[in-house]
């Protein structure tokens, strides 16, 4: 397990590396769970302002 932590003089570039993969991941993930967010309460919105619709009856003969 040693060996994983012993990087040398090329840790600060690893490590910093990962920390702003994760940054970034972190950040889109929000971003994501944000703009889904948004959007969910804006369909609501509109379901709730347009007139609500019956649906066709589907008949036998494929027409």
Do not use: C
Not at 22 to 39: E, H, K, P
């Amino acid at each position: 397990m040693t060996g994983v932590f012993d990087m040398g003089v090329y840790a600060p570039y690893v490590w910093g590396s990962y920390g702003i993969g994760v940054l970034l991941l972190a950040g889109l993930a929000y971003q994501s769970w944000r703009r889904a967010r948004i959007t969910a309460a804006r369909l609501a919105a509109l379901e709730a302002k347009a007139p609500h619709r019956r649906r066709r009856r589907e008949t036998g003969d494929g027409s």
